[in-house]
Each structure stands twice: as C-alpha cells, then as structure tokens.
C-alpha cells in the first residue's frame, strides 16, 4: 500500500523568500502524485498534479513540483512567497491500475510573514 | 462546476448516539470518498466507493460504516459516536481514475460530548 511522508509539519518564510515543502512517498508501482492547498477557512483544492511525461509541473500561481522517480519524491517550490500563500499545503498519491484510492500527507503548514 | 455538497456543516451528539453524515454531488462522479482531517494527522481515509453499492475500507475504518446506495449520495455512519471521534469530516468524489483530481465538500465539524 502506498504512504507519504511530508517531512516538515510547519514552515515559517518571510515574504518573498523562497520555498520547499518537501514530500516522499512509498509504492510498488507506477504513481500519480498531487499536491492539494487548504486556505484557512476554506475546503482543499487542487495545486497541481503529475500524471505522466515532465516530471516538472507547474501551477498557475507559480509553485512548482519535480517527480524525482528514483529519490520517491515529489518537493513543492515556489521562488518568491507571497502573504496570501499562508496555507497548509498536503501532498497526495494514488496508485496506478491498483485500488486507486487517494492517499495523503500529514502536511504542512507555511506561513508566510512580512 | 462540480458540487459536493455535505449536509451538516456543524453537528454536536452525545456518547453512544448513532450519526449519519450525508454526502451528494451533482456531476455522476463514480468514485466517492469519506476522510478525517485531524491537526497534525493530515487527512486519514476512512472509507471510499468506487461506484453504487461498492464500498472499500480506507485505513482507518473501524468505527465507521457507509453506505452507497445512490450514485449521488455517500452517506458516512457513525453507529456510536466516541468522544475520540470528535473531527473534521471531508466528503470527495471524482470521476473513476487515480488521475482524476478530488472535488472536496466543506466539511463537517463534528463534536462528540
């Protein structure tokens, strides 16, 4: 069955720092990997995904996220925070032709200061 | 846009009461999920639902039921509330794929006295 493991439970950066949340996950087989945002008071939504082909993925609000296949990784970037990116963030996997069922991390929460 | 929609947004009980937590989404998604979001545990899976009438047990299932007898419709039971069961609930669907992304519901704060 597959686990991930987000490693820092919080992350404290001031604004316009750069960023890594780091996450690893376990699995026999091939994965999807997602990484999923909780602003405060709000439900999780969609970061971004990696599916298949680059490895670098992108979202629309400048993170990103490398699949390292042979490290069982998937870290978060973003170069330059922003206030607004205060969230607790959880990484996902899902395991390919198998149950499929969406597992998650513990995560993480960055708070972005001035 | 997809819905999902959970009924309670709030629910207070007593210990040994029987619970129900409804789920209804709007899109014929056939993957259906019930998770628990606690501070500092992330979000645990409880139970999921590949389609109608098909249920699988997530990792922590004990406690819980569901039921799925709508497309629609993933109903989560607790047949006797536990103070240690005192959560956020998260209600989730998707279209039937691993790759498909997770449309989450609001959630539902339940407190157990």
């Known amino acids: 069955a597959q686990s991930v493991t987000q490693l820092d439970s919080q992350v404290p950066v001031f604004e316009e720092a750069p960023v890594e949340l780091r996450c690893n996950y376990s699995s026999s087989v091939s994965v999807y990997l997602f990484w999923y945002v909780q602003y405060p008071n709000q439900g999780l939504q969609l970061l971004l995904k990696y599916l298949s082909g680059s490895t670098l993925v992108e979202s629309i609000n400048g993170f990103e996220a490398e699949f390292n296949k042979s490290q069982t990784s998937f870290h978060l970037r973003k170069p330059s925070v922003h206030i607004s990116d205060t969230a607790e963030y959880f990484c996902?996997?899902?395991?390919?032709?198998?149950?499929?069922?969406?597992?998650f991390g513990k995560g993480t929460k960055l708070t972005v200061n001035p | 846009d997809v819905k999902v929609t959970q009924s309670s947004r709030y629910l207070v009980k007593r210990t040994g009461e029987k619970v129900f937590l409804e789920c209804v989404q709007d899109?014929?998604?056939?993957?259906m999920f019930w998770y628990r979001q606690d501070p500092g545990l992330g979000l645990r899976l409880i139970y999921f639902?590949?389609?109608?009438?098909?249920?699988e047990k997530g990792d922590i299932p004990e406690g819980y039921s569901v039921s799925r007898e709508k497309k629609e419709r993933f109903s989560l039971i607790l047949e006797s509330a536990s103070t240690n069961q005192t959560s956020m609930y998260l209600c989730?669907?998707?279209?039937?794929?691993?790759?498909?992304?997770?449309?989450f519901g609001a959630g539902s704060r339940l407190t157990v006295l």
């Open positions: 899109m014929d998604h056939e993957n």
């Open positions: 989730a669907s998707r279209v039937r794929s691993g790759a498909n992304v997770l449309t």
């Open positions: 996902a996997v899902s395991e390919k032709g198998g149950s499929e069922k969406l597992v």
């Open positions: 639902s590949y389609d109608v009438k098909m249920k």
